[in-house]
């Protein structure tokens, strides 16, 4: 087996800090936010014993990459930054996986034509009525890290974990067996060096862009997933497009269930 590197290189927007693991064609996965590259690392290993290169950049903004250059960039611009990043590694066609905010960069990357993407695998569409995305957003609204006379601030990282985990997973819960996955995405939020500040993903017309989409694609979701509802209108948009829905949970979020994720990406992108 390979091992993992860390590794960075130049953007317009800073530095970007990737992982990298295996040879082989490229397969760029793309994290979920508020997370970073690191959410695959359970993944990576089995994805790269059925032949693949795995890489795992932090986007701008995230982890260990510099932050974004300016507030308010869109899904066009993170999409234009990751295409100049693997081009100064040399990637000149690759597959890409995306998830919930980065599945709409992934889509950008495809339809972007900087490089070559021979496949796309979005794992959780934000095909949202408004009233959806609103109920969305609101089991967010009171977390806030700043400075608060009830001490809430204190919390703000545990809390902010605890309801990004329970809101991916509904039946999610504190025990003793999941405080190292509470403490890793801890870690990841901590690393973020931006200020909060509305997603990306909030006014992204996806339907149109996926109408656009001439690439074998994979809509990926769970039977309890928060985007779940978005997992057919996307299947119905796409031309080109086939479906997994995975029992429970979504595996990704749980490293027993590693193989069980990467069997259905990589049997994709064998096809």
């Given at each position: 087996m390979s091992v993992l590197r860390c590794s960075y290189v130049d953007?317009?927007?800073?530095?970007?800090?990737l992982?990298?693991?295996?040879?082989?064609?490229?397969?760029?996965?793309?994290?979920?936010?508020?997370?970073?590259?690191?959410?695959y690392r359970h993944v990576m290993p089995p994805l790269v014993r059925r032949g693949l290169r795995c890489i795992a950049p932090d986007l701008p903004g995230y982890g260990r990459s510099a932050d974004r250059p300016r507030p308010g960039w869109t899904m066009a611009d993170y999409a234009a930054n990751l295409a100049k990043a693997l081009t100064a590694l040399e990637i000149v066609s690759c597959d890409v996986l995306g998830?919930?905010?980065s599945a709409g960069i992934a889509l950008e990357l495809a339809l972007g034509g900087r490089l070559a993407v021979r496949r796309v695998v979005l794992d959780g569409l934000a095909l949202l009525t408004k009233a959806e995305a609103d109920a969305l957003m609101a089991r967010f609204a009171h977390l806030s890290p700043v400075v608060r006379a009830d001490g809430g601030h204190a919390s703000f990282v545990w809390d902010s974990v605890v309801a990004f985990l329970k809101e991916w997973d509904p039946a999610f819960v504190v025990s003793e067996t999941t405080r190292p996955i509470i403490f890793g995405y801890m870690r990841d939020l901590l690393d973020a060096n931006r200020p909060?500040?509305?997603?990306?993903?909030?006014?992204?017309?996806?339907?149109s862009r996926l109408k656009?989409?001439?690439?074998?694609?994979?809509?990926?979701?769970?039977?309890?997933e928060p985007l779940r509802v978005g997992h057919e209108r996307g299947l119905a948009l796409a031309p080109q497009a086939a479906g997994h829905v995975f029992p429970g949970s979504h595996p990704l979020h749980d490293p027993a269930r590693a193989a069980e994720y990467a069997e259905v990406v990589a049997a994709f992108l064998a096809s």
């Open positions: 953007t317009a927007a800073g530095q970007m800090h992982r990298t693991l295996g040879e082989g064609p490229p397969l760029v996965l793309l994290h979920w936010a508020p997370a970073t590259g690191a959410m998830g919930h905010l909060p500040e509305p997603s990306p993903i909030l006014g992204y017309d996806m339907a656009l989409l001439r690439v074998p694609t994979l809509f990926l979701t769970a039977a309890r």
